[in-house]
């Protein structure tokens, strides 16, 4: 049981550069978000997402996008990669069932140079 | 909007000692509390939620709703519990998926 995977795992971006970051989960979880981890400021909720089709933003949305087509997916895309925009990067899904917990993937660590 | 503060950036304890890692929250309604652990560089595994009640790995927390908090303790620290703590919290409804988390905590157990 995969759980929720992210690729890639490491990442080195020029400034101006724009990639997608993956994330899949195998548990038919309706709910999806996108966290990134920064020193001293724990997760911050990027963008966050109830069901295909439909998104929402979180605490820090900016310079970033997502949709997610199926329940399966739900990338996120880096526009315009700056700086300040190095973080490591976790996806994370939850079930709809009371008591279900949050599973996270492992991680992305991006660099942005 | 809900809020989760964890004071201490950073814990440092010797092995067998007790362990409180402290957790505040603010939140109208009524939350879903998490702990969390990250071990060097893994993803994050839930430790407790407040819903269960259960020990984990000898970890307890108790939901105190008059003081809005809710505390890890462990009565006898292991090396091997040496990791990144947070506490999370969701606001359920609409926002179930959603966990607000606090700054963690860098928890050193020394031999």
């Known amino acids: 049981n995969a759980g929720v995977t992210q690729t890639p795992k490491f990442q080195v971006l020029k400034t101006g550069q724009s990639m997608t970051l993956q994330c899949a989960q195998d548990?038919?979880?309706?709910?999806m978000s996108w966290y990134r981890q920064d020193p001293g400021m724990g997760l911050r909720l990027i963008h966050y997402?109830?069901?295909?089709?439909?998104?929402d933003q979180g605490e820090v949305p900016n310079g970033y996008n997502v949709s997610r087509s199926t329940t399966e997916d739900f990338p996120l895309r880096l526009l315009s990669a700056a700086p300040s925009q190095t973080s490591v990067y976790f996806c994370?899904?939850?079930?709809?069932?009371?008591?279900?917990?949050?599973?996270f993937g492992q991680g992305t660590r991006l660099t942005v140079v | 909007a809900q809020r989760v503060t964890q004071p201490e950036k950073l814990l440092s304890v010797f092995k067998g000692a007790p362990v409180e890692l402290k957790c505040n929250y603010s939140?109208?309604?009524?939350?879903?509390l998490f702990w969390y652990v990250q071990y060097s560089r893994q993803r994050l595994q839930l430790l407790l939620r407040h819903i269960s009640r259960e020990s984990i790995k000898g970890f307890t927390a108790d939901l105190n709703k008059g003081e809005t908090s809710f505390h890890l303790k462990k009565p006898f620290a292991q090396e091997e519990d040496s990791a990144m703590y947070y506490c999370?919290?969701?606001?359920?409804?609409?926002?179930?998926?959603?966990?607000?988390f606090g700054q963690g905590t860098i928890l050193t157990v020394h031999p």
């Open positions: 548990m038919n979880h309706e709910y």
């Open positions: 994370a899904s939850r079930g709809t069932s009371l008591n279900t917990e949050a599973f």
């Open positions: 997402s109830v069901g295909a089709g439909i998104t």
């Open positions: 999370a919290l969701s606001a359920g409804g609409t926002s179930y998926g959603k966990l607000t």
């Open positions: 939140y109208s309604g009524s939350p879903e």
